[in-house]
């Protein structure tokens, strides 16, 4: 049972324009929501993240958005740059342990 | 500050060996983490402790042993290793919501 879910296993975006990735949730329970960004044979690097009690959280070219009622979470990259060329993963979950999504591979075109 | 320091990088293994993963942390988080990642599977929790002497099995923990004897080291044990136990496993450390770390992982191959 995946509780945590990205539909997108691939999003290609030119440089300039916005990135937009998705990710799902079936566990009313999570309280906090992060993304994490992976380069090849690299651990994954924390992004951005947001607590539940928000709608939505900015750190500079990065937004994420929080729709608790739809179970559903969104991160915005404005303006896309090569060097976000990477896979992003979406966790959700609090202290103790986080649950990942897939990952969608993003591909920025120049 | 070395961070989460993950040995070996590479490994290759027979069906039915044993072998450790290591994992240190030199950060003094309380909260540290297994995940092996497998194409189109995303990151999967194996065990994960939350202090020295604390450990709770994951999503994924059949064939798999882990003790936390200190604060830094999170050691994960392969008992008989199995074809499907290939992967890329990442050891993650935190102090909270905002603070995972992870290593730069393990590439383990087992034949």
């Known amino acids: 049972d995946q509780q945590v879910k990205q539909n997108s296993p691939s999003l290609s975006v030119q440089e300039g324009r916005i990135s937009i990735l998705n990710c799902d949730y079936t566990?009313?329970?999570?309280?906090?929501f992060l993304w994490y960004k992976k380069y090849p044979a690299e651990g994954p690097t924390f992004l951005i993240s947001?607590?539940?009690?928000?709608d939505k959280n900015e750190d500079g070219r990065f937004t994420v958005f929080l729709n608790k009622s739809a179970k559903h979470l969104s991160l915005h990259i404005v303006p896309s740059q090569p060097g976000d060329s990477a896979v992003y993963f979406c966790a959700a979950g609090g202290n103790e342990k986080l649950t990942f999504g897939t990952g969608t591979r993003l591909t920025i075109i120049p | 500050n070395a961070g989460v320091t993950q040995t070996p990088k590479f490994q290759v293994l027979k069906t039915g060996q044993s072998m450790t993963l290591q994992c240190a942390q030199d950060?003094?988080?309380?909260?540290m983490s297994w995940y092996r990642q497998d194409p189109g599977m995303g990151l999967r929790l194996i065990h994960y402790s939350v202090g020295a002497g604390i450990t709770d099995q994951g999503e994924v923990p059949n064939g798999y042993n882990v003790s936390r004897s200190t604060t830094e080291d999170f050691p994960l044990r392969l008992l008989s290793a199995a074809p499907s136990q290939t992967s890329v496993y990442f050891c993650?450390?935190?102090?909270?919501?905002?603070?995972?770390?992870f290593g730069s992982g393990t590439r383990l191959t087992v034949v």
């Open positions: 566990n009313s329970m999570f309280d906090y």
């Open positions: 993650a450390s935190s102090y909270g919501q905002d603070g995972y770390t």
């Open positions: 947001i607590s539940s009690i928000k």
């Open positions: 950060m003094n988080h309380e909260y």
